[in-house]
């Protein structure tokens, strides 16, 4: 893979010195040295990419999930998509094979990051497939069990914080330990909030709860490890076109449709272009933000 971009590389290297001796004649060595200038930082700039990398996406059987997998699969990553759905990961897995080029070979994994021994068996599942932890991890795995306040059980309140907030404080606890174990220096946290986190939701006090906290996880483990070079981040997406929100009644939908400036909720492939962003080096001075992507809502 590195190979075939290199040579890219190199083609547009040669390209850029064939058009500096056309255009020295005209515009002088200063104008040649700037396009060659121009050439390296495009160089830069494809080594800033996520290829070649491992990533880990939890949730990744669907809506915002499995677009992230396919979109990091496209740019070179090799992916271990988790979920507590195997047969939509076995699924994914063997679309994102078919299209898989160079060294990439993707794996699935059964996952539950609400259980810590869940979590413990997919890092050594992941070491025994790929001998080294993923040096990205995208905390995307998350439920709804929507209820006004007065009439909510204890049983979805914890049951969301489990999954939502627990499960993202777990996947990062017990990969970012390998990660420093296996002294890689370069690693990316990506954890899935919500706007609803920011300013609540009727119906959502547990999901609005879990979701602050993963908000204020992402910014101490930002600040704990960014010395160890690995950064975390938080993507508070609006509302998007996902399995999540097709269980919404439509006249709740409707509700919310004017305060949208876009007019229309987001597709799964717009959140997983920032998330692509914040897991790449294209993102390697930014650690413990919060990056809204509302449409403006
Ligand atoms: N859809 C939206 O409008 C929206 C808005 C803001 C934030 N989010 C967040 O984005 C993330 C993805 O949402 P989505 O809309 O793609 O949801 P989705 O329901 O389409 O997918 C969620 C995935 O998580 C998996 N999952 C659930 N519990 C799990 C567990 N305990 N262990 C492992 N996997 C588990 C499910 O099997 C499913 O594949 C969630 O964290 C969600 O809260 C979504």
Redesign the pocket.
Known sequence: MRSVQNKHIAGRLHVCITFCGIYEKDFGTEYCVALLIVSFKLKQSRNKMVAGRLALV??????????TCRLLAHKGATLVA????PE?IAHLIKELNMTAHGDQKHTGVS?????DE?VRNALLKVLEHHNQPPSIII??????RDNFLLSLSETDFDDVL???LK?TFLVTQTFCNSIVNHGIKIASVVN?????GKYGNMGQSN?AAS?AGVEALTKTTAKELGRLGIRCNA???????????QAVPDKVKNKFMPLIPMGR??S?EE?AEVIAFLASEKSSYVNGASIDVTGGF
Not at 58 to 67: C, E, L
Not at 82 to 85: E, K, V
Not at 139 to 144: D, E, L, Q
Not at 235 to 245: I, Q, S, Y
């Open positions: 939890t949730g990744a059987a669907s809506g915002i999930g499995k677009a988790a979920d507590r759905n939509g996952i539950d990051v609400s259980d869940s905390n995307n795995a998350g439920i709804t489990s999954v939502n499960g899935l909030a919500s706007i609803i999901y979701k993507v508070l997406p609006g509302f998007v076109d996902t399995p999540m929100t909720f987001a799964p959140i």
